[in-house]
């Protein structure tokens, strides 16, 4: 019986050949786990398409409830007075060249405001 000394080089050469064992298992490995994330997106998107609901606009244009609400709220007359101080607000901070004052409070008092008053009718809205 005739025994080979393989050194490094000869070996890792025999290892990485395209036609070895190694190869075709290391090939054969990946395919095997391609298949599977396949499977496995398809069953997600299974999942996904019995449970998730999928809204159909068809020919008419879909609305957001919430932007509708919220011009409606921002005429009412609690929201006018914020909306009129933002004014004020905005017209002096822009009449300067040079300032710090910013309107981020009368900003947040008026989206506050309409928000408020939107979220006591939004989910009814919603289907």
Known sequence: MVRRNFDTVSYARFIFEPHTI?????TACSSIVERTQETEMSLIQSFISRFVPIVKAGDEELVDPLKVLR????????????QERLSTCNDRVNSRK?????????II???????HCASKTLFSKLK
């Open 98 to 106: 040079e300032t710090e004052e910013t309107c981020l409070e009368e």
């Open 22 to 26: 190694s190869h075709i298992v290391i």
């Open 71 to 82: 011009e409606q709220c921002s005429q009412k007359p609690n929201c006018v007075k914020f």
């Open 109 to 115: 008092d008026y989206v506050s405001c309409v928000d």
